[in-house]
Each structure stands twice: as C-alpha cells, then as structure tokens.
C-alpha cells in the first residue's frame, strides 16, 4: 500500500477521514500502475477444481442481456419513489438520526426529499464506479491467476461486470437526476487493490472485500426500492455478484491453507483497511457537501450511542456477508485472532456466524428462476 492510501493509526478518527481529498472529481481518466506479470500456464485438465468448474459451467448458463432482459420502459420518477419509502415530512428517528441542536432539525419537506434523492445518486453512483472497478480486477485476475479453471471462470466474471458497470450507468442517465464521482476513500481501496502485485489480493479485495459489502447493499435497496426496474435489475445483478463472491472464497480457501503466518498476517492486515476504507466510503460525506450541510455534524447525528467509535447498525449490516466469508478463509483465527478483535473493535465482529457465500450462491439464481418460470408458464 502507498503512504497516502494507508489507514490512519486511529481508524475512528473522524476529522482525519473528513479531510482526504478526492484526487478523482476533476480527472477524465485514471491511471494505475498494475505491476504484475501475466501468467500462462501449461495444464489444460479442465475440473481439476470441481467447484471452480461448476461455477464457470453455471456462469455460462446464466448470462443475461442488460439491454433487453429488463423493463427499461418503465416511467421512473425519483421524487415520487423517495416520498413512496420515506415519506414527504422529515422523520429523523425512524432512519435512526438525532438532529437535536443541528441544522437538520429546521429542514421541511424540500431538503427532507432532496437529500434522499441525492442519496439514491450518490449510492448508485458508487455502485456505477465499483463495478468499474471490478471489471478492471477481473481482467487482472483472468491475468494473474495461474490456475486454468479460474482463468475460466473470471472470463465469464469480465462479460458480467461489463454489463453492471453498462446497466448501473443506464439507469443513471436515464431515470435518475445527477451523477457523482467517485468517492475518495472507495478510490483508494481500488487503486490499492489494483496496484497490488500479488494474485490473491485481488480476489481478496475485489472478490471478498468489495463484492462481499456490495452483495449486501443491492439486497437492501432490493428489499426497501419500489421502482420495478431497479427491483429486477438489483435481482439480476445480485445472481452474479453472488457467484464471484463464492469464486473468490472457493479460490483463496486453497491457496490460504498453504500460506505462513507472515503471509496470512499481510492478508489480514489488508482486510482489515479494505473495511475501514469502505467503511469510510459509506460515511457519504459528499451528499451532505451538496446539500450544504457539515458531514461531521450529519455523520455525528447518525452515531448511536456515547461510544468513540463510527458505528451505525444501518451500515454495519452491509458487513454481515464479508465476516463470515474472512472467517471461512481462515483469516479471523489466524495470528491468535487478530483480525477478530479489529472486526470487533469496528463493531462488526458479531456477523462472524452468519451464511458465508461459497454456500449461498445458488439460492440468488434469479436469471435460471425466471426462465424456468417462463418455460412452464408457456408449457
Ligand atoms: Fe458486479
Ligand atoms: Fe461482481
């Protein structure tokens, strides 16, 4: 990691977070030093790793087309949809904020609205920009994997986050109302992983890091958005997103029973910052920028209790796919539980039993759902 990407010594120190500048707002292009070598390799024996096999095999069925599988005909109208799920009054408790004392607690109806609107941009946005990011690491990976069946697989993994990044950007441009750039600290945990040159830090920022918190956050705006399009688009995006989390810990599990303690303590080290960075990101500061309002007096506002930590239970949720998928792979015990104390002092140790992906996968096959639902209707 470079000196400027690093976490702070104190990860919960707001005013630090608050300051980082975003290097990204006025760029057309980014560029990032990969430093890694292309690896061939020489042994052909496709299903020499069943599971990897099984997932390329499914990934091949199960492709869909973002142009035309989805209802883009669908009249979408932002103002009426935020009113839909937050009403039109501001009610600060029930998104678990106490504006006590801050500017929030004078806004009516306009801001209240607004500031969820810019919301949707903004998360959307992000998503935009992550699976950008994504498209990015699987070609690496396709690279730098030395394993053939993986190679296989992240070919199918590139065609899938093509389509993301092309239906996200869609719908941006055509439903909804504003773009934003990219968010510093979610910038800086892609550039690191990318500029990484070792193979699995890839797979272990892109695949379980990232992938493993975006999983969790299309299944929450699934649940709560009533728009019918970014219902189906979100399912179908989820049905891949699930399968790339599930290769990324089938992957990393073999290869992290042959590390050291040294080599496992680095992985640990990096997914720990990787959470602190995306935590970081969620704080969405640059919403709170636009609405004319201090981030730190927003982000304080949504603090629960008297703690010195960032905790918000609303967004500590979007963890409860990534600990138990670090657990799998052995990276909480290893080192006498170092990173199962980090998790627990960022207050999201206690997703640790929850469902790890490499099994969950199946059930979010929404494509094959549908078709199957399609061909017995039409039988
Ligand atoms: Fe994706
Ligand atoms: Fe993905």
Redesign the pocket.
């Known amino acids: 990691m470079t000196d400027q990407n690093t976490v702070s010594a104190d990860p919960n120190d707001l005013d630090a977070i608050l300051s980082v500048e975003n290097p990204y707002v006025d760029e057309a292009v980014h560029a990032v030093a990969d430093n890694c070598d292309a690896i061939f390799t020489w042994d052909y024996e496709k299903g020499a790793r069943p599971a990897l096999n099984k997932l390329y095999e499914k990934a091949k069925h199960s492709q869909w087309n973002g142009e035309t599988d989805l209802p883009w005909d669908t009249d979408v109208d932002p103002e009426k949809l935020t009113a839909q799920v937050f009403g039109t009054e501001p009610m600060w408790e029930a998104i678990g904020m106490n504006v006590a004392g801050t500017p929030l607690a004078s806004w009516g109806s306009a801001e209240w609205v607004k500031m969820h609107m810019e919301m949707q941009n903004w998360s959307l946005s992000q998503f935009m920009h ?2 950008q990011g ?2 990015i690491c699987t070609a690496k990976i396709v690279e730098t994997v030395p394993w053939i069946d993986a190679k296989y697989y992240a070919a199918t ?1 590139v065609m ?2 093509a389509r ?2 092309e239906v996200f950007a869609k719908y941006l441009d055509t439903k909804l109302t504003g773009h934003y750039p990219l968010n510093a600290h979610l910038g800086m945990l892609l550039d690191d992983i990318i500029s990484d040159s070792r193979w699995d830090m890839t797979y272990l920022g892109m695949q379980v890091m990232v ?1 493993g918190l ?1 999983l969790a956050a299309f299944g929450t705006m699934h649940m709560i958005t009533p728009d019918p399009l970014l219902k189906q688009l979100l399912r179908y ?1 989820m049905s ?2 699930a399968r ?1 989390v599930a290769f990324g810990v089938l992957s990393l599990k073999e290869y992290y029973a042959e590390l050291s303690d040294a080599e496992l303590f680095e992985r640990q080290q990096f997914a720990f910052e990787a959470a602190i960075h995306m935590r970081d990101r969620l704080l969405s500061q640059e919403v709170w920028d636009r609405m004319g309002v201090s981030p730190k007096v927003a982000i304080m506002a949504s603090k629960r209790g008297d703690n010195e930590r960032l905790e918000d239970p609303f967004q500590m949720m979007l963890f409860s796919k990534i600990v138990p998928n670090c657990k799998k792979l052995g990276l909480l015990d290893a080192n006498n539980g170092w990173l199962r104390q980090k998790f627990g002092e960022i207050g999201v140790i206690q997703f640790e039993d929850w469902a790890d992906t490499s099994e969950e996968f199946l059930d979010f096959d929404a494509v094959n759902a549908d078709r199957a639902a399609a061909a017995a209707e039409s039988a």
Do not use: R
Request: charged share 40%; proline share 0%.
């Open positions: 992550g699976e994504a498209l993994q899938d986050e993301h990044v992938e975006a995006v891949d997103e790339h």
